[in-house]
């Protein structure tokens, strides 16, 4: 008989996983932005100078759907694209004065975001699950960057 965490832990993981994502959306909305639209404005603000094709990479976007994220971005006058001065070919993304404000109001949406989902979760238990969702995220970084492609042998049992 499989356990209830081999039973429940990856559907309950996506499960939380959209409907945080579906909240963020709804309230995002309040500052006439998406949350895709919100997370490109966080890459670019850790990243400023980026380039476009970087970003795609990192947010695991395709490059013609980031586009089409930053083109109203611009339209919106929060992120600029700025040519590179050694590559033509390539722009990178800077944050505009009303980027900038934005983003300093998103990150009070985020702090209340956060209340919402942990509320009833004390500070420390609130710790110790984002310590154990980065060690779970780091064993399936390592899962996959260890993939051979082949399938995974049997556990052989003893006893």
Known sequence: MRSSVDMNFLFTLGEVQR????????EASRFYI???????????????GMKQSELAEQMEMQPITLT????KLCGNSWIERRGDETDRR????????AGRQLLGKLSGLRSELTATALEGINPADAH?????????KENVRNAI???TGEPPKKEQRYG
């Open 128 to 136: 110790r699950l984002l310590s154990q969702l980065e060690s779970i």
């Open 90 to 97: 390539v722009n990178r993304l800077y944050l505009r004065k």
């Open 19 to 26: 409907l945080v994502r579906a909240y963020a959306d709804k």
């Open 34 to 48: 998406t949350r895709a639209q919100w997370a490109v404005l966080a890459k670019v603000e850790r990243n400023e």
């Open 145 to 147: 960057q260890n993939t």
């Open 68 to 71: 089409r994220l930053i083109d």
